[in-house]
């Protein structure tokens, strides 16, 4: 069974920064099946992409995926006071299953 | 709009069963696959199980296999989890999710705001 590591666990920046969110998988994700969600406390998560580089309806253009095989990234271009959150990364082959999520907290 | 409502949660005994469920609005609900999903206080996201369109297709997690049954009422646009011999593990916020359409199963594109389990004596 596939196994999801996010890194870094916590990630401290400023307003305006960018951010590079990693997601590791233990062997090659079916089809690119990658998805990554963010989610912000007492909320439902929130799709941003999937196929590891399509933006969900909606996800501005500054949340952007790509990668392929065991390695993906989420990078978010100048972070917006409401892009703190928790992320998660997802690979939705059988059985779908999500990483351990990054925290993205202001510096 | 699209909506999903969760419903059916509470406080509950270790080995006691509960049904959950989710209520969909805004989109033609047979036309869509959809999943559970569950969140433990301060914890990840963990995927619980997946249900196809016509009710047809099951996929559900190890970790709930042979107590949680995942089902579908498309004429009621109702989706329910039956979980069963719960333990204090089973403690979480349940989530139902509209499956992404497009290829893969168990990505969700729009969520309900949960409904919270606490198994405890």
């Known amino acids: 069974e596939i196994v999801l590591t996010q890194s870094p666990g916590t990630l401290s920046l400023s307003p305006g920064e960018g951010a590079t969110l990693s997601c590791r998988a233990s062997q090659s994700v079916t089809n690119n099946y990658l998805a990554w969600y963010q989610q912000k406390p007492g909320q439902a998560p929130r799709l941003l992409i999937y196929?590891?580089?399509s933006r969900a309806t909606g996800i501005p253009d500054r949340f952007s995926g790509s990668g392929s095989g065991t390695d993906f990234t989420l990078v978010i271009s100048r972070l917006e006071p409401e892009d703190f959150a928790v992320y998660y990364c997802?690979?939705?082959?059988?059985?779908?299953?999500f990483g351990p999520g990054t925290k993205v907290e202001i510096k | 709009e699209v909506r999903l409502v969760e419903s059916g949660g509470g406080l509950v005994q270790p080995g006691e069963s509960l049904r959950l469920s989710c209520a969909a609005s805004g989109f033609i609900f047979s036309d869509y696959a959809m999943n559970w999903v569950r969140q433990a206080s301060g914890t990840g996201l963990e995927w619980i199980s997946y249900?196809?369109?016509?009710?047809?297709?099951?996929q559900i997690a190890d970790s709930v296999k042979g107590r949680f049954t995942i089902s579908r009422d498309n004429a009621k646009n109702s989706l329910f989890l039956q979980m069963s011999s719960l333990t204090a593990e089973d403690t979480a916020v349940y989530y139902c999710g509209r499956d992404h359409p497009g290829p893969g199963d168990g990505v969700s594109d729009y969520w309900g705001h949960g409904t919270l389990v606490t198994v405890s004596s």
């Open positions: 196929g590891a580089s």
């Open positions: 997802q690979q939705y082959g059988r059985p779908p299953l």
């Open positions: 249900i196809g369109r016509g009710g047809g297709f099951i």
